[in-house]
């Protein structure tokens, strides 16, 4: 129910490609199942609780008064087995808003467009989290140019949520410190320790 650390909230797209993209995402989210997550066909199961299904269409509601539009979804499924959202897209959402700043952790793709790679790495970097992050590009020098740019743990180029555990993993800013996994996870749980000898005589010892 995109309640994952890592899932990704903001979609950053460009401005020239946006209704064919966004057309395409709404299709595949047609698709999605929403359902029992024991349900090996479920995609999308139940949000935790009551109170944060209120958060998270709070943060929906509040994007859509400052301007937003729900593009798809954005409706509570009726049901006795949890408490569900269906899959939203928001669109016209701006790097001001809080539901562009904030962790929202539920089923909510926040669309915003650029012109230029500055902007899009404007927008990229203006929270405070930096977890993980993807960027899609034709152009390799693009790619690597926006991920050695971005400000987080993590960046896909041309794919997302792939990992593997010899690979570090952690987040930037507010998004945690050290690093999970890979050879960085086996020194914090290393207890090390210094043995120093010195052989001869000491010269320069400040007792004399």
Sequence with gaps: AGECCNAGSRL???EAIADDFLGAV???TARVTVGDPLDI???VGAMI???HLAKVTGY???AANDGSSVYS???QIASSAGQYLDPTILRGVTEDMA????EVFGPVLSVLTFESIEEALR???NTPYGLSAGVWSASIDTCMSVARNVRSGTVWVNTFMEGYPELPFGGYKQSGLGRELGKRAVEDYTEEKTIQFHRGQRTGWWVG
């Design 26 to 28: 709404k299709a595949l």
């Design 73 to 75: 979804g954005g409706k």
């Design 123 to 125: 927008i990229a970097n």
């Design 99 to 102: 539901i562009a700043r904030e």
């Design 60 to 62: 929906v509601a509040a």
């Design 49 to 51: 609780s009551s109170e």
């Design 41 to 43: 066909s479920t995609k």
């Design 12 to 14: 950053i797209v460009h």
